[in-house]
């Protein structure tokens, strides 16, 4: 019993200094990522993705890599995208942009396993991307994709309302201390999302590094056959992610103990990409489009990730970058005043800064169009919310279906107090001045623009509309009414 103790503290110890090892990056990563999600306009994002193109499949990539690398609200985003008429394939790419060509996992890359691993997200990633862009059209079928935007509109709670833009007003620009504060509230809230998979990854990846022996990573993974080596190992490593239940940047620890043990350069390379087809998110996949269309997912997914990787690796043989040392770049195993210490003294006074500042914007968020995923912690734009729920006129937002279930879950302890969910039927959406109906109850009333519930008390400001007052959420909903009722 003892024993068993001692290694669990040894494993526990390596994880520890895993995380010290890379805190620092993950500081920086989230904190530059907070501010090109804060800063860069969403609406370009839903208008411009209708086809599948070379310059559609450019900008999807573009827009995927200055968006959150968690993989959960990736998927959401995308759905959302895809419902309000962006085409599938290109919305695939901008998912698999948003989690495997962003600066947090490339500078964990960096810190972890080394310069020639970041390089190689860069490299594999827009392989991948030109891949699907070429087999997608054919693989993802008309009949299959039409039937998923029917699934996907049934469950889109803003389909059919119209999106203001609040990343591309002055007052949020990155000039000012407001749009600096909603950037700090993006990087904490991905921060605070990614917790349980940063954690697991640490933990099992240390555990991995001190108890697995070589000896079973090459029962595993082939070694000594050439290129059948490099082939089976790449084949391999997406269905280790499958089973493992980490994805995002949480995989980059992970990725580090296998490729301690022994599995190829490729093989680590399609590991690392193969996040999106983790267990949890195929099971998204299948909520939001169905079986069909889901296997078809995970199979071009997996095509595509395992030659992405093999292809990278070639090109790294070639020109001689495969790095030879496999040891984890871990540089000390205790405390010392070394350059890792220095660095993560300056990205604690970056994290406080940025704590700080995304204190200040709470204060901001709902008068700006905000709120923030009451699961996950995730800040969500109002308007671009994938998911509502309401309790006692209450109104929630959430980043993804899977926090509303969670939220559902955890407050549905009876008839009074279970959530209601907020659908597509329940959005009042404004037309010549008329008003759909809405299953709120009578007490409370919803913003026509960006759909959220409030009361009079609650709400900034109101407009008369056939004698009947019409509350808002902020000045720009109301302005946004008034340019309407003119172009009407």
Not at 316 to 333: D, K, M, N, Q, Y
Not at 369 to 393: E, F, K, L, T
Not at 463 to 486: I, L, N, T, W
């Amino acid at each position: 019993m003892e024993h068993v103790v001692i290694e669990i503290a040894r494993s526990l110890r390596k994880s520890g200094f895993m995380l010290w090892e890379t805190l620092w990056a993950l500081i920086v990563g989230f904190s530059l990522s907070g501010a090109v999600q804060a800063f860069v306009s969403k609406d370009q994002m839903q208008s411009r993705l209708g086809d599948h193109r070379p310059r559609t499949v450019a900008r999807a990539a573009g827009y995927g890599m200055v968006s959150s690398s968690c993989s959960y609200a990736a998927s959401a985003m995308s759905k959302s995208l895809f419902a309000r008429g962006a085409d599938f394939t290109s919305a695939m790419i901008f998912m698999i942009a948003s989690t495997n060509l962003v600066v947090e996992l490339g500078v964990v890359l960096l810190v972890l396993l080394g310069w020639q691993f970041a390089v190689a997200e860069f490299v594999g990633g827009p392989i991948m991307i030109v891949l699907l862009s070429l087999v997608g059209a054919s693989v993802f079928s008309a009949a299959l994709v039409s039937r998923a935007r029917q699934r996907v509109l049934a469950m889109s709670p803003d389909h059919g309302v119209t999106h203001d833009d609040t990343a591309s007003s002055p007052e949020h620009s990155a000039r000012t201390l407001t749009g600096w504060s909603n950037a700090s509230t993006y990087a904490v809230a991905d921060a605070t999302m990614l917790r349980r998979e940063l954690l697991i990854g640490y933990v099992v990846a240390g555990f991995l590094a001190v108890l697995v022996p070589t000896s079973w990573w090459g029962d595993v993974f082939l070694r000594g056959h050439g290129n059948w080596t490099s082939v089976e190992n790449a084949l391999v490593g997406p269905l280790i992610a499958v089973v493992s239940w980490v994805c995002s940047v949480g995989n980059v620890p992970l990725a580090a103990a296998l490729w301690h043990g022994g599995i190829s350069f490729g093989g680590v390379i399609a590991f690392i990409f193969a996040d999106l087809i983790a267990m949890p998110l195929i099971l998204i996949y299948r909520k939001f489009y169905g079986d069909a269309l889901t296997l078809r997912i995970v199979g071009v997914f997996y095509a595509v990730m395992v030659v992405a990787g093999l292809t990278t690796e070639m090109l790294f043989r070639s020109t001689g970058l495969i790095p030879t040392s496999r040891i984890l770049h871990v540089s000390a195993e205790r405390l010392s005043w070394n350059y890792t210490t220095y660095l993560n003294i300056v990205a604690f006074v970056v994290a406080a800064a940025v704590w700080s500042l995304a204190r200040r914007g709470r204060h901001l968020r709902e008068a700006s169009g905000y709120a923030i995923d009451p699961v996950c912690q995730m800040q969500v734009r109002i308007a671009d919310a994938p998911a509502r729920a309401s309790v006692h006129g209450q109104s929630y937002y959430f980043c993804s279906d899977r926090c509303r279930e969670r939220f559902i879950a955890d407050h549905a302890d009876g008839d009074e107090s279970a959530p209601t969910v907020i659908s597509p039927s329940t959005m009042v959406e404004r037309t010549h001045g008329t008003a759909a109906a809405t299953s709120e109850p009578k007490s409370d009333f919803i913003d026509p623009i960006c759909g959220m519930s409030l009361t009079p008390d609650t709400s900034t400001d109101q407009r008369p509309s056939g004698g009947v007052p019409v509350y808002f959420c902020s000045s720009q909903c109301a302005k946004e009414f008034d340019a309407r009722d003119r172009a009407h």
